[in-house]
């Protein structure tokens, strides 16, 4: 069986850790999880030398554990964090995680989302969609799920985002997927969802930052085109990179050819990252991920 | 414009041809068009050097054509074909195939033809879907497209297809695609739609051929998976390969992650070939596919 | 036999064209072939329909070809290139293309050129290697070319340059290939050989421009990294890109491990981009490269 | 700094260890190091939760280490190996590993081998290249390495290898390359250097195993081909596989365009599997590689 099948069935915690780089560390963490009947499902460690940084993502089997889950948190930080100065976070594999879907027009990475949704790939929850248009209401409608229209305009973006953000605590939604939603996010949006908004970039970072990249693409003739899916942070299309995916063009495709050639790329490339975070393999440090197999 | 939204918006004709190579082909061809008041608006060709063997794909303008649309292929045949030995095929950009799809229990692909179909990225029809499980059915109703459930058992495998051909010619279907359907067709319903079915096999053909390739490429330790679309011919998994595509795996990789990985690849695959179809993009020679861009 | 190994055999002529779409160009240019007794080996056409501008790559056997080599050019554009407008050179198979080399400290490239030189691999000569260091003379010596280390500094450049241009002309190159030269062109010596100075940059353009793309690559956190090799223009790192290629990379790449992956791709991509420059399948095109295939 | 270039600076252990998996291996090996005053420079291990086997690879730094060199592997076999049922080897950095190469009559693997060897861009000595033809004798000249001739024919097969293993042994080879070495050695031979022979195939294995894969992949119309690095085993082109990568080909690559395009992959595919070799970064198990990082 499988680490992920073992997820889905077991009952388990992921812990992901960063810290200071000393000696010791996996091993104070693996008695901890030992001395309390834990079973290790997963472990996977990295070290940045340069930085002398240690990162960890490890999880393990709840049923025989001795701490109860409520007091984990508490005894790890306790006992180990403090002690090796950690950043951390603790996830249960019984959460399943709430994620809103925000999107504009265009429809491909949003069927992407609900169909692996709806065929149960990911170990996620729907509550709802936000649009600022109309014109893919009739998806959510087909898949089930809530759909809420909240036009954006130059002058009212805050009185939306408010209306968004409302939504957004009344679903107990735990992270955003933007599936080319096409508006920039103010800086007290994104500052509620701290690398909990996930975006998908329709280029290959740092290339071709803002509108418009596949026509920009064209025009400088690149022989490669690509989709990249980051965390959103207040600098446009510079967050943390999750994802990147690319395929080759050539002369003989037209701006056509390559927004159809790049679409593909964008849902894939978006769902692994939400995969990737639904399944807490992503660690953000110095705005970059870690991402764990 | 591109040649593919030109397609879409205009009247053309599409032409498919190979033939024996020798001097002055692109000429009369070109000539026959030009000379009728066709504009052309693609034209592809390719020789085999080692075949000596020729491979065009030209489309033109019908608005101002002087040949009724009714009369091509006679013309066509009578002064030209005949005289270079051409084997050929003529098609109209206002006929919008008819698709048929044939499913077992998977959704990935299904699910990725119908959003494409629905998003209106293809100009096709879908009149029916086809499948000897039930579980899918759901999948159909959300796009509201009949579903017929025509189980088959081993030994009844006969009368199931004599069902699944009647209702795909009372359908007027025009090819099929096999979107992870688990039966093996027989060579009398292939014979029905020679180079009409399209399938997708879940591995890097002709590498793990059969049942089960990712338990195969687990065991083998490849660092590659791939997927395969080709045509459906009597042997299995021999057809002409239309389209195939790849993607990185290691060691920690379980059968599970090879599966989830490959679905991805394979239900891009799939529709990259239905597309190059559905545009006439596609020739058979000698068991190989010629792909016009 | 196939279209390259008939080029290397044949005695044949390469005809690289570009001119405003029109009707009849195609036909027009294989009758002149025809007419004349070539036997066409390769044609390749492209049409840009947003720029309505037409593209061609047509090479011929000369063996019996009426027009003397002397006067294909004189009589090509009496009867062609004047009424169709065209932008067109011609080649002759049985030149071998003079490639000069510029390096500085790095070696990787340069072994990847010479290696394929001796062993045949591309018809072409290499009389001398031009470099403002010492550290790879006994490469140079090891495979038995002229060597000329001519330093750069800052306030000598001009002269620096003058000396280079001089060897250049008096061994009669034809083009040059910066395999990884650190020092910027001036604009003087780029008018001396347009679209004939072959560049490898170590990432993928437009992203990372100018120095150290691999130490800005592993900063940014990009998942994917590339090389490109593109022709030299007065703009740094902005000429028409030739070829570009990727891999991935993780977290657990270094700079030092970005940088060995990254120069893998740079040799091989550089090498592509000369053999499709050595073969003539390049044409420029408002600052694109057209590469026939 | 990096992991790899502290390892080419410093003086360290690597062990790569594999056994059944239980709770506290981590704590038990990383505790013997830290007590010993060992500083770890890289850990990496890989659990396969199918086979419950455990991998490792660990690296330290050697210089106030408590254990002398020449008993590290008697403790480490006493204290732990034997107690965790651990298959295990022990390298040190400071031991440049000695790689013989053996060729036929294609160049290219060559070069690259011995260009990043001349380079010092690998931790490797080559004190001799064997061949059973005299075609490349000159480059082992130009880059001063012996050359040995040993013909090869159908009925004194045995009599070659005994000469060929006699050089081997008298020039202590570590590890033996076969650059497109094109005989297939005997079970005794392989018997001497267990998975310490590499070999690069010129397909995507399992796909085209034996002579003349290009054709093969030519004739069946793949769409994609590749190259296998793999350790030889006694069954041909069935041993575990190291690295392998691929390149898209289209209708208008001929056989010889295959095999051009092929030669880059095989060259670079070849050369990540002897890099990783050499870093000690591979561990077989039930024929397949785990690849640490």
Redesign the interface.
């Known amino acids: 069986?499988?680490?992920?099948?073992?997820q889905k069935n077991l009952n388990t915690a992921v812990l992901l850790i960063h810290c200071p780089d000393q000696?010791?560390i996996?091993?104070a963490l693996?008695?901890f999880i030992?001395e309390n009947n834990g079973?290790?499902?997963?472990?996977?460690?990295?070290?940045d030398?340069?930085d002398k940084a240690f990162f960890l993502r490890i999880a393990w089997d709840l049923d025989n554990f001795l701490i109860p889950d409520i007091k984990i948190a508490d005894y790890f930080e306790t006992l180990l964090a403090v002690k090796y100065n950690m950043t951390w976070q603790l996830h249960f594999s019984r959460h399943v995680p709430r994620m809103a879907i925000m999107v504009s027009r265009l429809?491909?990475c949003l069927?992407?989302l609900l169909?692996r949704w709806q065929?149960g790939?990911w170990k996620v929850d729907i509550p709802l969609i936000i649009s600022n248009h109309q014109e893919l209401h009739h998806i959510a409608t087909?898949?089930s799920i809530p759909f809420f229209n909240i036009p954006v305009s130059g002058n009212d973006k805050e009185s939306a985002e408010q209306k968004q953000m409302k939504l957004l605590k009344e679903h107990n939604v735990d992270f955003i997927v933007l599936a080319r939603y096409m508006q920039v996010l103010s800086e007290n949006f994104i500052n509620e969802y701290p690398f909990r908004i996930i975006n998908i970039h329709h280029s290959?970072?740092?290339?071709?930052p803002g509108a418009r990249p596949y026509q920009s693409a064209y025009e400088?003739?690149?022989?490669?085109i690509?989709a990249t899916s980051h965390y959103v942070t207040r600098e446009l299309d510079a967050g943390?990179?999750?994802?990147?995916?690319?395929t080759?063009i050539?002369?003989?495709d037209?701006?056509?050819?390559i927004i159809?050639k790049g679409q593909?790329l964008e849902k894939?490339v978006l769902?692994?990252a939400v995969y990737a975070h639904i399944e807490h393999k992503l660690l953000v440090y110095k705005?970059?991920?870690?991402?764990f197999?």
Chains 1, 2, 3, 4 share one sequence.
């Open positions: 069986m499988t680490d992920n099948a073992m000696k010791g996996v091993a693996t008695r030992h079973n290790i499902v997963y472990l996977d460690q990295h070290v030398h340069t429809s491909h069927y992407d169909s065929d790939e087909q898949f290959f970072l740092p290339a071709f400088r003739g690149v022989k490669i690509g943390p990179i999750i994802e990147q995916d690319v080759r050539t002369h003989k037209s701006v056509a050819d159809r593909d894939i769902s692994r705005n970059k991920t870690i991402v197999s």
